[in-house]
């Protein structure tokens, strides 16, 4: 039994291939080939050259690098060599990368914000040194700058519940005044009276 892989049946059996013909001597060859899927060749539409330009713009200012910089590590991440270039195929790589980058400067700003804030609250040594202990037993390491930024964010929630509970520990200051500091605050007051008090005195006694 054999079976007829040439001629109009066998390209009617699959739409995937194609038919290409080959001479050897004087034998033609019939030989099926797959067709490959076809790259999309158009170029960016408005709506997504504003895009990218909108995220390299917003990387420039969170990272104070010039715009052209971050275009060039666009064109080497999508191998072009300026934005007329990229293709509508290679639009969804280009879009990742600068949201990514995005993404890794905002979490870097955010960290070096929970930082800038835990040390102001820990100004006094003792204080500190508690929250060094705390991220020493919870993360393995006291360096605030290898912490990620949910473990600052815990660490900074820590040291605000441990800051409350000691101010509650420490009673607050009596408000009654003792005589000395009635006197100094109300001399026009005080004086008079006292004086009142020991002329009535003198006159009972």
Known sequence: MS????????RAASRDFHENNVQAGRDVISILLPDLPKTEIRPLVPAQRKQL??????????SNEEGFV???????????????EITVDQY?????YLQSML???RDGNDCKSL??????????????????????????TRHLADL???QLQQALGWLCNDLTESEKIIPPPSSRLVWSELIRS???IIGPIFIFGIVIGAVIF
């Not at 330009?53 to 969170?62: G, R, Y």
Request: aromatic share 6%.
């Open 53 to 62: 330009n909108k995220l390299v713009k917003e990387i420039a200012e969170a």
């Open 70 to 84: 971050v275009w060039q590590k666009v064109h080497a991440e999508v191998s072009v060599k300026n934005i007329d």
């Open 186 to 188: 109300y001399p026009t």
């Open 115 to 140: 930082m800038h804030q835990l040390l102001k609250k820990t100004s006094e040594n003792k204080v500190r040194q508690r929250l060094y202990e705390y991220c020493d037993i919870s993360f393995g």
């Open 3 to 10: 079976n007829n892989v040439r001629g109009k049946e066998n």
């Open 148 to 150: 990620a930024k949910s």
């Open 103 to 105: 993404d890794r400067l």
């Open 92 to 96: 969804p790589n280009a879009l990742n």
